[in-house]
RNA sequence: GGUCGUUUGGCCGAGUGGCUAGGCUCAGGUCUGCAAAACCUGCUACUCCGGUUCGAAUCCGGAAGCGACCUCCA
């Protein structure tokens, strides 16, 4: 087993990865909510983790992968009265919630596989664990970790914090301070301090997702979901919790909170958090408008886009920084990708053509270990391609004479290439997929071509064209109107 | 105001106390009927100010810029 180094966000350090149960990994990551296109900033989190579970895959663990689909009780952050956001677009569009939620979360899927990116182990609707969130909010209050107030439950950050010390561990707020300072809340509040967060809520008549609860017809707070499906899929404790930075406060922080409050302990021993993407040095994000969905990105259809790009090329792009690491979108950066991404398969193509010698003239690195080294080192995808672009190099310079390798050494390059671009990379070469058009073109411009030297009664050139045709399978029918072909 | 993170060459983006990241762009060259590709060469950085050190972009302290989250509201 590879030794296998992540960045703990709770330790603010790299660790050693050793999971709970040996060769099993169970991971949890956040995944979207379901009320809107996927954008950059979705494909972020998606390919991070989607690398992750690849790759200890790939070093021999058996992995439980859950990622959540959000379709209750994710609320709104600049909404006046804390209204779902599945229910508000549900009612401006005149569909049923679930039939929004669906529509979304098949786009979704869509994309991410366009993405090639793995589906995980389990999905978990937040709908559909309603019982087991209500089952958690129950045990919070058994344990005097919160209360009831008209009809809503609140979790009770001060009563949590005093006991444990631990509120503002993984996000360093610093709670003593938040607290002591904390002014009194107007009488028209529900809520005893303003940082308690809701465990549920009682539903205003208009909103339409609803749950009957024993506090009231409501709905499950924005918290609970992860918690009560990565307890009740992955245990009390499990190993891996991902997610984007984000969602560190308070989600992650609530997270940890209800957990301990339960147990004494977290859900989790190594939180990990990718980075944002941003656009034009801001977060790329649904609330601010100024995010460019993937589908805008695969067709080039958005004001900012110079072209289309491939979701081969975004993935690149992704992958060519590290995930602790902002990306700042740019045409630029993304043609820069797409370049480099081609490349690479030219390289791949290149290698599997090469012709052996006797002898290697240069030395071929250990690059498997080199890229094992890199992905070890807390998932240095950036350092593993500039390993495979040096193996590109010298595939080029071997394939230009300029140098000679032995068909182990070629072999031993292939089984790289095998292993990390298209295994634990997930890239995938794109340049193969329908290419009907393509044909047609040639096709045309073939005749066109046989057309002239009939024309010039060049006859041994237009009968070579014909064979040569023939030979590929495709036959040629002289008409009165020109030739037409077909594919035998 | 708080917390976390970040500041690298024309652009993107890694990184270790001393030794070439890599990609893209640009210029010159090899090759080539032309072009493209490939290869070679060049341009060459580490926000600022102090400190530690024989030596720091890399460690420590400070400042500034930028970003995310929070501080208001569920």
């Known amino acids: 087993m590879q030794p ?5 966000t709770l330790t603010h350090q790299k660790e050693l990865f050793k999971p709970l149960t040996a060769d099993h990994v169970g991971m949890y990551v956040c995944g979207p909510t379901v009320y809107g296109d996927g954008h950059l900033g979705h494909a972020r989190p998606a390919i991070t983790f989607d690398i992750l579970f690849r790759y200890l895959q790939h070093i021999g663990y058996k992995v439980r992968y859950v990622r959540n689909i959000t379709d209750v009780g994710h609320l709104e952050h600049d909404a006046d009265d804390g209204e779902d956001k599945i229910a508000k677009k549900a009612r401006i569009e005149q569909l049923e919630p679930m039939e929004v939620a669906q529509y979304y979360t098949n ?3 869509v994309a991410m596989d366009r993405l090639n990116v793995l589906r995980p182990s389990i999905e978990p609707h937040a709908s559909g664990h309603i019982l087991e969130q209500i089952e958690l909010v129950q045990a919070l209050l058994d344990k005097g ?7 809503s439950v609140y979790f009770d950050v001060r009563k949590y914090h005093e006991a444990t010390k631990k509120y503002g561990i993984l996000s360093g707020r610093v709670m003593d301070e938040m607290l002591s300072t904390t002014r009194e809340l ?3 509040s529900e809520k005893r301090e303003t940082q308690d967060f809701a465990l549920w809520k009682k539903a205003s008549p208009e909103h339409i997702m609803r749950w009957n609860s ?5 709905f499950p707070g924005w918290h609970t979901e992860c918690t009560a499906m990565g307890t009740k899929y992955l245990g009390e404790t499990f190993d891996i919790h991902g997610g984007g930075m984000d969602l560190m406060f308070p989600h992650h922080e609530s997270e940890i909170a209800q957990q301990t409050a339960l147990t004494g302990h977290g859900p989790c021993r190594y939180w990990m958090h990718n980075n944002m993407i941003t656009i034009n040095g801001q977060k790329m994000g649904k609330s601010l408008g100024n995010f460019i969905t993937l589908d805008e990105f695969f067709t080039g259809s958005h004001a900012l886009l110079a072209q289309a790009y491939s979701p081969m090329t ?3 792009f992704i992958l060519q920084a590290h995930y602790r690491s902002t990306v700042d979108f740019s045409n630029e950066a993304l043609q820069a990708a797409e370049k480099g991404y081609y490349r690479l398969m030219q390289a791949y193509k290149t290698l599997k053509n090469l012709a052996a010698s006797k002898s290697s003239s240069i030395a071929v690195n250990d690059y498997m270990q080199k890229c094992y080294d890199a992905m070890n080192d807390d998932m240095n995808t950036p350092i593993v391609i500039s390993h495979l672009f040096e193996m590109a190099k010298v595939i080029n310079t071997v394939n230009d004479k300029k140098a000679t390798l032995t068909q182990d050494d070629i072999d031993a390059m292939k089984v790289v290439f095998d292993t990390f671009v298209f295994g634990v990379m997930g890239l995938k070469d794109e ?3 329908d290419n009907s058009a393509l044909i047609d073109g040639l096709m045309s411009m073939v005749l066109e071509m046989r057309a002239t030297a009939k024309a010039n009664k060049d006859w041994a050139t237009s009968d070579k064209i014909r064979d040569a045709l023939s030979a590929l399978g495709v036959t040629v029918k002289d008409g009165k109107d020109g030739a037409v072909w077909e594919i035998r």
């Open 4 to 8: 296998l180094l992540i960045y703990n």
């Open 186 to 188: 107007d009488g028209q």
């Open 214 to 218: 024993p506090w009231s017809v409501g």
């Open 145 to 151: 970790f919160a209360y009831e107030s008209n009809g």
């Open 107 to 109: 786009r979704y899927h």
């Open 314 to 316: 975004i993935r690149f």
């Open 431 to 433: 340049s193969s997929v």
